[in-house]
């Protein structure tokens, strides 16, 4: 399974970006898939998530200016970035849980995305 991120670049304060993450390979089910971020020396932070079911979770500081959504037809996720600010600076990732029958049981397995840059000019 990969995951291709796409839709990074250069922004100025207020502007926009919208990011997409797409899956591909042997897929059986994509239950949470998500937004990550990181910047030099710090660790990776959840930006959004979102389930199978559409529930969404955001980390505070994006509430309200980012949006995730899914196409659960293309195996897809993207993130909406509206008024962004120079502290959403970061390289952003893609993650995945993925389910998969394994016997009689469920397993789950976890893929992260290559990363695009986000860099919001102040």
């Known amino acids: 399974v990969q995951l291709q991120a796409s839709g990074g670049g250069l922004v100025q304060t207020g502007g926009s970006l919208r990011l997409s993450c797409a899956a591909s390979g042997p897929i059986w089910l994509i239950n949470i898939i998500g937004w990550y971020r990181q910047t030099p020396g710090k660790q990776r932070d959840m930006v959004a998530t979102i389930t199978n079911g559409e529930s969404t979770n955001y980390a505070d500081a994006v509430k309200g200016r980012f949006t995730i959504s899914r196409d659960n037809a293309n195996n897809t996720a993207f993130l909406q970035m509206n008024n962004l600010k120079p502290e959403d600076t970061a390289v952003y990732y893609c993650?995945?849980?993925?389910?998969?029958?394994?016997?009689?049981?469920?397993?789950?397995?976890?893929?992260w995305g290559q990363g695009t840059l986000v860099t919001v000019s102040s």
């Open positions: 993650n995945a849980r993925l389910l998969r029958p394994s016997g009689s049981s469920i397993s789950t397995e976890d893929y």
